[in-house]
């Protein structure tokens, strides 16, 4: 049991990890400060000055989004990526992060609607089915929706920088016996 308690804590910090900095690679022309730094309230402060200024700037609002994230205001962060979805309705990158937060404050159906959002956009968004998984199967104890959710995430990353880990883990829920038999 403490094994699995230590695979579960591995992938929700990799949730957090993985939240905003998904598409760091993709965009690299992002300029946030990554989960893994301390976020400070200058840095938010700069980032709500540059959106006010160009509300009409998709990553603007993306960019508050990810610092208000990595200061873990998820609240704000939610309003901030309504924002800029408003602008870029189909960015799934933003999507997630929003599921994200809604997990952050505890809203796990509002989580799990945000990340099937996204994979109807695009269903071979790996992110979107890690993240599915883990709501699903640690904050809504569905492990058979997880496991399936994680399976699909190994079958789009099979070599994700958490991939070994959440293998153990599907395989560790798939073994167990459910509640009650």
């Known amino acids: ?7 579960a804590s591995m992938l929700f910090m990799a949730l957090g990890a993985f939240g905003c900095s998904q598409d760091k690679e993709q965009k690299s022309q992002v300029n946030y400060t990554p989960a893994t730094a301390p976020t400070t309230m200058m840095q938010v402060d700069q980032m709500q000055e540059a959106a006010k200024m160009a509300p009409k700037d998709a990553q603007a609002w993306i960019n508050l989004g990810n610092a208000f994230m990595d ?6 962060a939610v309003d901030a990526y309504q924002k800029a979805l408003a602008l870029d309705p189909k960015n799934v990158n933003v999507i997630v992060d929003m599921g994200t ?3 952050g404050t505890g809203k ?3 989580a799990v609607e945000q ?5 109807k956009i695009d269903p071979n968004f790996p992110n979107a089915h890690r993240n599915l998984g883990v709501v699903l199967s640690y ?5 058979v929706q997880g ?9 789009l990353s099979p070599t994700g920088p958490d991939a070994d880990a959440i293998r153990q883990s599907v395989q560790e829920m798939s073994s167990a016996k459910p509640a009650g038999k």
């Not at 990340?115 to 994979?119: E, F, N, P, S």
């Open 1 to 7: 049991m403490k094994k699995s308690a230590a695979i």
């Open 71 to 76: 200061a873990q205001r998820f609240g704000e």
């Open 101 to 103: 937060c809604y997990r």
């Open 108 to 110: 796990f159906d509002k």
């Open 115 to 119: 990340y099937r959002r996204a994979i």
């Open 139 to 143: 904050d809504l104890h569905d492990t």
């Open 147 to 155: 496991v399936k959710a994680f399976k699909k995430y190994l079958e």
